[in-house]
């Protein structure tokens, strides 16, 4: 907590509160990948302040609340004191903060065309770096102004052409954080206390359901990593995987115009770098795998198990007794 004194009354005065529960630090710790979503949002009570959010992903591709702050306003100085307390509690330092990833919101730019807004999205999505040239060769034939806007911002921070492939994630949005900003909206208008024992409760509660859930679940994939399975699977049904020695393949993409891919089953690797980026194989593996008749569950990153999940929710915080949400 920070609560300086306030000199007409010579006592401490509220200023801004973190939060970071320790069982919520060890089993983000020890299920979570090191991908961390941060967002804001006003309260909406008698107080005025702002409250913000660091939102982990979870091994079924989730949204995991880590921690949150009350603060007295949204600025450089509010997030850096966020975010020392965030590096701290996850031994974030100079040797291993290269393994680590944030994600957050970019100030709306002033490029509102719809067709420009698709091309971007095709900028920010695609896998590798031809795809991304191409994509930026269409943002740049339909505005030359928008394209020097994204040049001068490096791909590294915003496309999954160039997102390093150790964190097995590939998000491009925050949606998260904006799902759990909505998830605690009634409880914005509350007094701090009232508001801050809301969302303890509420996490508990999640917290609780989900590892009830796990336990019971039979299952070998968890549902959204299923579906997941599903859509890529079948996105393979138009690729043909020639087989050449030692797991390794050409796979090509139906139609005339198909371009073609290398997989290498054992390197868990594709020249498309979804595989890579995910833990998940991509449409072209799933092709090779289907030709080989291999089992897919082999091929997916421990990150999705159900191991995994059980270490991100067997903490359980205990709400008090009788407190209502």
């Known amino acids: 907590m920070d609560?300086?004194?306030?000199?007409?009354?010579?006592?401490?005065?509220?200023?801004?509160?973190y939060i970071f529960l320790g069982a919520v630090k060890t089993a983000f710790c020890n299920g979570c990948r090191k991908i961390i979503g941060m967002d804001g949002c006003h309260l909406k009570g008698e107080y005025n302040g702002q409250i913000l959010t660091a939102i982990g992903v979870d091994p079924n591709n989730a949204m995991y609340p880590m921690a949150w702050v009350v603060v007295e306003k949204e600025d450089k100085e509010t997030w850096g004191w966020f975010l020392t307390l965030i590096k701290m509690d996850c031994n974030i330092n100079d040797s291993n903060e290269h393994e680590w990833t944030f994600i957050n919101d970019?100030?709306?730019?002033?490029?509102?065309?719809?067709?420009?807004?698709?091309?971007?999205?095709?900028?920010?999505?695609?896998?590798?770096?031809?795809?991304?040239?191409?994509?930026?060769?269409?943002v740049k034939d339909e505005d030359e102004k928008a394209y020097e806007w994204l040049v001068n911002i490096p791909p590294r921070y915003w496309s999954r052409s160039h997102f390093r492939k150790t964190i097995k994630c590939d998000m491009v949005c925050n949606n998260l954080c904006e799902a759990f900003n909505r998830a605690i909206l009634k409880a914005r208008d509350k007094?701090?206390?009232?508001?801050?024992?809301?969302?303890?409760?509420?996490?508990?509660?999640?917290?609780l359901i989900r590892r009830e859930w796990i336990k019971?679940?039979?299952?070998?994939?968890?549902?959204?990593?299923?579906?997941?399975?599903?859509?890529?699977?079948?996105?393979?049904s138009t690729c043909y995987a020639t087989w050449f020695g030692d797991l390794q393949f050409q796979v090509k993409v139906g139609g005339r115009d198909g371009k073609q891919y290398t997989v290498h089953l054992n390197h868990r690797s594709c020249t498309c770098r979804r595989w890579n980026l995910t833990g998940l194989p991509c449409p072209y593996a799933m092709a090779a795998i289907q030709e080989r008749n291999l089992d897919t569950q082999a091929f997916i990153h421990g990150f999705y198990s159900k191991g995994s999940y059980l270490k991100a929710y067997e903490p359980l915080i205990n709400p008090i007794n009788g407190y209502k949400m």
């Open 3 to 17: 609560a300086p004194i306030d000199e007409e009354v010579r006592q401490p005065r509220f200023n801004r509160l």
């Open 106 to 138: 970019r100030q709306k730019n002033t490029f509102k065309d719809y067709s420009l807004e698709d091309k971007f999205r095709d900028c920010a999505k695609a896998s590798h770096v031809p795809q991304f040239q191409e994509a930026m060769q269409r």
């Open 191 to 207: 007094p701090i206390i009232e508001m801050l024992e809301w969302i303890r409760c509420y996490l508990s509660n999640r917290m």
């Open 216 to 236: 019971k679940f039979t299952n070998p994939l968890l549902p959204n990593i299923y579906d997941k399975i599903e859509a890529l699977s079948n996105e393979s």
